[in-house]
């Protein structure tokens, strides 16, 4: 594993963002749990994901469908039948088995043993339903969660009233039994998605295509991703996915190279047609006005969830060669620093009495925490140097430290420090909530 990979992810569970699931008992593959700081930081991404959808713009609304669908629903989709498939290779010695486009030449990348020809493998995650195991209780976690949009299309437009150009939007857990998960949260088995579907007039799609390829890429970089941490990346006709006509790749640049976060897709009608042939439910729009019947066509966005944390993280994580203040001669440890956007920190604010060893101190310093806590994700901390906890929140990326010192006695004050500049100013108690509300929105 790269170096600074490494680094993220032992500071990820040392922080309490990341664990490996099911540690204790030697962990599951490519699976990972949330902990409580990744938890916060998680539920934030989706919020600001969501507000984007169904608040900036208009004409979107949401929908939270089930994973599990009828299996005939798989099939319409192709991903059954078609191409939701990766090219597999097995070792004739070892017997691992690798996904055929990351091996180079014909040589096992473990024992050096020689592989067998590439066989195509399907990434559909079975299961059963009800208490009998066979063919007719066979069942499929979903691999993405639109296909739920596309089921729901009729019922949308009906009770919301919605005429195309319109947006359904979704977030959810989606499955794939990958062949070889790897580089931690980039590729695993069980992930989430956010996806929204654009179902447009035909004629409109390119133009909508290009809108929509414009609207993401502003998100990231409102969000704090740098112009330079992000490409865009045309997919080759002979490596597009089996719905797509047209597709795009929104690339981060990771730790172990650029890779996709995002896909933006034209999906064209592949989907409202092929589950009105499967289902034998009509699932045209009729435009009154225009007297037209037709297919919408459909504008994917796509964006894993866990990706984009693991993006928005890496792009967070600074290393601080000697440390921060510069006060001292002495070289300092390294220090880290999680410079994220205020909207996706975990934490907001901490309260910090300046010592511990002082009632009143401590006193006033809980007070303001308990007021706090009701309005932001708050920390209290009243252990080690002052210096010390500073580096401690710095490092999870806490916007605000609130610091109740012995002036705060006299005038009933405190200092806001600001993570990013390391200024202080000091702000009255009964003016803070005010001030924090406003510096935070
Ligand atoms: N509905 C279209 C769709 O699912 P995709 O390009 O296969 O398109 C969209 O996936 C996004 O889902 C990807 O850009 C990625 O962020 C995320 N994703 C896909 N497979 C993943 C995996 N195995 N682990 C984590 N995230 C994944």
Redesign the pocket.
């Known amino acids: 594993m790269e170096e600074s990979l490494s680094k993220i992810v032992s500071f990820c569970k040392r922080r309490g963002f990341i664990f490996p699931s099911s540690e204790i008992y030697g962990g599951f593959s490519s699976c990972y749990d949330y902990g409580p700081l990744g938890v916060e930081l998680k539920n934030n991404l989706k919020r600001l994901w969501w507000d984007e959808m169904t608040k900036e713009k208009e004409n979107i609304v949401g929908l939270d469908s089930a994973i599990l669908m009828n299996p005939k629903v798989w099939k319409a989709s192709g991903h059954l039948t078609a191409g939701f498939a990766d090219e597999l290779v097995e070792c004739k010695k070892c017997h691992k088995r690798f996904r055929a486009d990351e091996v180079k030449k014909s040589v096992c990348p473990e024992c050096g043993g020689s592989l067998t020809k590439a066989r195509k493998f399907n990434l559909m995650m079975k299961t059963f339903i009800g208490p009998v195991e066979d063919e007719n209780s066979l069942a499929y976690l979903r691999p993405?969660t639109?296909q739920g949009i596309y089921l729901n299309f009729k019922n949308v437009v009906q009770s919301m009233r919605m005429k195309p150009p319109f947006g359904i939007c979704q977030i959810g857990k989606a499955f794939?039994n990958?062949i070889t998960?790897k580089n931690f949260l980039?590729?695993?088995r069980e992930?989430e998605?956010m996806?929204m579907q654009w179902f447009c007039e035909p004629e409109t799609a390119d133009k909508f295509f290009e809108f929509w390829k414009k609207e993401r890429v502003k998100w990231y970089l409102k969000l704090g991703i740098k112009k330079e941490e992000l490409r865009l990346k045309e997919v080759p006709k002979k490596e597009l996915?089996h719905y797509a006509k047209k597709a795009l790749d929104i690339e981060f640049k990771f730790p172990f190279g650029w890779h996709?976060?995002?896909?933006i897709?034209h999906r064209g009608d592949f989907d409202l047609s092929n589950h009105s042939k499967f289902s034998g439910e009509d699932l045209k729009y009729f435009d009154p006005e225009k007297k037209k019947r037709y297919f919408p066509y459909v504008i994917?966005t796509?964006?894993?969830v866990?990706?984009a944390f693991f993006a928005f993280l890496c792009s967070a994580f600074t290393e601080i060669k000697g440390g921060r203040t510069k006060t001292t001669k002495s070289v300092k440890e390294v220090e880290f620093l999680l410079k994220i956007n205020k909207f996706l920190a975990p934490v907001k604010v901490a309260v910090l009495p300046l010592v511990k060893n002082n009632q009143k101190l401590v006193k006033k310093a809980k007070e303001v925490y308990q007021m706090l806590r009701k309005h932001f994700v708050c920390q209290y901390d009243e252990v080690g140097s002052i210096g010390r906890r500073y580096r401690r929140q710095d490092e999870i990326g806490t916007v605000f430290c609130l610091t109740i010192d012995f002036e705060s006695l006299e005038n009933d004050d405190l200092t806001v420090r600001d993570r990013d500049t390391m200024k202080q100013k000091r702000v009255k108690i009964k003016d803070i909530l005010s001030y924090l509300k406003e510096q935070l929105s």
């Open positions: 993405e639109c794939r990958e998960p980039y590729r695993m992930f998605q996806e996915p996709e976060i995002e896909g897709h994917e796509s964006v894993g866990d990706r």
